[in-house]
């Protein structure tokens, strides 16, 4: 749903809208280990620079090693507890939490706990690229 239109003038960018996707019309993707779901990105027409999903990883699951060639993330723990690998690095992270991974950077989360964990993600391209390992 668009809600306002850009103004003209100084740094505006004239024809752009502001756009609410509701919920319930996030695109799914399921996968073996949880699911992803896609709000704001180029292929919905809702972002020309950027994409934003929630992630969601079932207890005791992790997804695949994998890099974005051609842009950074940013993933925020809203429930649950993980272990994020960057590189050869790993940390624990939990609810408030927020890792910047940067592009070729291969990473994965892994969910340590008994809940479903879910995140907010975000990538600096609105055609997120993901190449696994």
Not at 20 to 47: D, H, T, Y
Not at 94 to 115: C, F, Q, W, Y
Request: aromatic share 6%; hydrophobic share 35%; proline share 5%.
């Amino acid at each position: 749903m668009t809600i306002a239109k850009s103004q003209e003038g100084e740094g505006a960018v004239s024809g752009k809208s502001a756009v609410v996707v509701p919920a319930a019309e996030g695109k799914v993707e399921v996968q073996p280990w949880g699911k992803l779901v896609w709000f704001v990105s180029g292929p919905q027409e809702s972002s020309e620079t950027m994409t934003v999903g929630r992630c969601y990883i079932s207890p005791n699951q992790q997804n695949g090693r994998h890099y974005h060639p051609n842009c950074d993330e940013v993933l925020h723990v809203l429930q649950g507890e993980i272990e994020h690998s960057a590189g050869d690095e790993r940390v624990i992270m939990r609810a408030g939490d927020t890792i910047s991974i940067p592009a070729k950077v291969i990473h994965n989360a892994r969910n340590l706990g008994a809940e479903e964990a879910v995140m907010v993600i975000s990538f600096s391209s609105p055609y997120r690229e993901a190449i696994g390992e």
